[in-house]
């Protein structure tokens, strides 16, 4: 100690006495304790949040099921959490084209629902819900600084968007009720899909219980049984309680990994939101598209939920919007089935998104397969796997590469 | 702490006042402090004329460019208040912080480089009071810094633009009153979210007898954080980067209010805040002044 000090402390009148190096370090258990504390906090309050499922009366799944369908929440506000992984790189707004197939192509404004709700389509998102009846609902996409709002009162529809200032404006009446349920991206709307969906080639059974949101919930598990040719491994649908309203929706993909759709609420209140929340008057000076102005299909697909969670199986009704886009066909059955249009393009890939440019950057992201059908591209994402043959048909489904081929050698 | 301090009686807790008061008048009596807050009064003045000159011909901003440019720019032509939070995001991340790093670094390691800081310590507060009423004085600076972008914004905004209503980022309308009651608490939250930086400058000041070193330090830290903050790759340490939360205070604009990453962010300063201070600490008050 004091060898090392000795020049130091000139100028300070207690040269011999103060500080050893042992003393000093002994200070630095303050700091250091203070990391560890945070650290231990960061660590253990979510495994101590986690803890302890509830204890819930036993259901079978097709009580369960009868809940959900029964199941009628008029009024709620909540944040929901919504996480996207197919696999693809992060294209922006390419890969929806990609994902529906048919593209809008459209230059509408940054506040136009169809545009903005496709970014749903990757990455985690936050949105914040809120309804109230069948006539007042609002979805709002959390962003850096700005939020996107989709608002339904009465028979107008807004779109705000608070970065650009832009505001899109339609009226339900328009649309023919297809706001209705507008909210594409709620655990319930893809719960709805995955139950369509079952059938005698599913599984259905009841996995315990967890607590989501704060509240007690059932986990149903939805698994296919001929895991066969579909991507689909297993979906968890944690389904409230109470209300029999599914608060959380989780899709894995056979190849396993993380979940394709993570979407659940982080917090949820069934009271009745306030009034003023569905209020809207486009602030001045924004700039207001109507949605005669942006053209009709924009509209119906925003209705339609342009969210990945109306199209994670192509065989569902939602199909049917693009009836005047070559009006799809379905093959096969349950989740290995596989829906077929004519994209009218010949020769090669064709662009989903109607820009020429992209057609060549399309094809590098797609492998080249033949068989007796001929030749084309398969396009992959981690659920989802697309067809394009050379003499422009398109299958499309949940299913393995293997299987579509297998379809379009069969289905010509 | 050292033999003279303990051999004195205990300091009246008006010590601490007293010791407080003079280093407020110390810090905003300093040409450089003044000089300082002159470049963040005129930050929000630049933008506003440009946004003013820019829209001139009816446009409103930001369509060309998609959105880009610092947050609510886009809403300034139709609500001055705007301006306030525009200002703010935009200083946020490099003015503001940088300014707070000067005071802080500056603040032990400029009284050793001009030879003062042993006279402080003569005087019986004792080295813990001298830190306390240090980092107490820094983040009077931080909050002084944040109110003066927050006033001259509102300044050229109410001279500039309209006011009135305001719509939240939720498309929600609330009167202007509340608006004013939104920039106030947007400016505290701002404020606070400095706090974790200025504990770290003051670590950094502790370390070193130049004053000169110590700001340069912890401007090169704020910078170096605020670039991982942006590469994708690090998206995991992310959340701990005291820079990380800032522009939550945009959250106090959505209706309702989202908590969440407001919380994070003052959970976070907190915490730096915490660390550093007691780093601080520990490194201040087994130090041998020698200047």
Known sequence: MAPYESDDNAGAGEVDTPYSGRRRAVRYVVPVTVVGVAAATIGLVPALADSGDPDLPKVTAQQLIEKIAQSDVQQLSG?????????????????????????????????????????????????????????????SLIEKAAEYSLIHNGKDVWG???????????????SGGKHKDEVP????????????????????????????????????????????????????????????????????????????????????????PAATTFDFTPPKGAKVTEEKDAGKDVGEDAGKGSGPGARFRD?????????????????????????????????????????????????????????????????????????????????????????????????? | MSRAEAAVRAPSPLWTLGLLRSELAITFRRWRTL????????VPVLV?????????????????GGGDGPAFITQITNNGLFLVFTALAATLPFFLPMAVGVIAGDAIAGEA???????????????????LAKYAA???????ATLVVAVSALAVGALLFPLGDLTTISGTRIGFAEGLGRALLIALVVAASLTGLAALGLFVSTLTNSGIAAMATTVGLLITVQILDQIPQLHAVQPYLFSHHWLSFADLMREPVYWDGLLKNLQLQALYAAVFGSAAWARFTAKDITA
């Open chain 1, 160 to 174: 705000y968007d608070s970065k650009s200032n832009e505001v899109f404006h339609g009226t339900a009446a328009d």
């Open chain 1, 185 to 272: 991206a709620l655990p319930k709307d893809f719960a709805d899909q995955a139950l369509k969906s079952v059938d005698d080639t599913t599984s259905v059974t009841v996995d315990g219980t967890a607590r989501i949101a704060g509240r007690d919930a059932y986990r149903l598990v939805v698994r296919p049984k001929h895991a066969s040719g579909t991507t689909v491994g297993a979906i968890s649908i944690a389904v409230d309680a109470r209300t029999g309203l599914p608060l959380k929706f989780t899709l894995t993909p056979a190849s396993g990994g993380a979940a394709v759709v993570d979407a659940g609420f982080t917090q949820v209140s069934f009271a009745r």
């Open chain 1, 79 to 139: 944040t929901v959490k919504i996480s996207t992984d197919l696999g693809l790189p992060d294209l922006g707004g390419l890969e929806s084209g990609l994902i529906s197939g048919v593209g809008k192509g459209g230059e509408g404004s940054s506040a136009d629902p169809a545009s903005k709700l496709t970014e749903l389509a990757s990455g985690t998102h936050t949105l914040r819900v809120a309804a109230d009846g069948q006539d007042r609902q609002k979805v």
């Open chain 2, 138 to 144: 820094t983040m009077a600076f931080c909050l002084v």
């Open chain 1, 315 to 412: 065989s569902g009704p939602e199909r049917k919007d693009h009836a005047e886009s070559g009006g799809p066909t379905v093959l096969g059955k349950g989740w290995n089935s596989i829906a077929v249009f004519d994209s009218g393009a010949e020769g090669g890939v064709p662009s989903p998104s109607g820009n020429g440019d992209t057609g060549g950057f399309l094809g590098s992201l797609g492998d080249r397969v033949s068989g007796t059908f001929g030749k084309g591209t398969v396009f992959s994402t981690r659920l989802i796997n697309a067809l394009m043959t050379d003499d422009g048909k398109v299958y499309v489904g949940a299913v393995t590469k293997d299987a579509l081929v297998k379809a379009a050698n069969t289905g010509r």
């Open chain 2, 35 to 42: 000089a300082l807050l002159g470049v963040l009064a005129a």
């Open chain 2, 113 to 131: 480089n001009a030879g003062t800081l042993r006279y402080l310590l003569v005087a019986p507060a004792g080295r813990t009071r001298l830190l």
């Open chain 2, 48 to 64: 506003g004329v440009a946004v003013r000159i820019e829209t001139g011909g009816g446009s409103s901003p930001g369509h060309g």
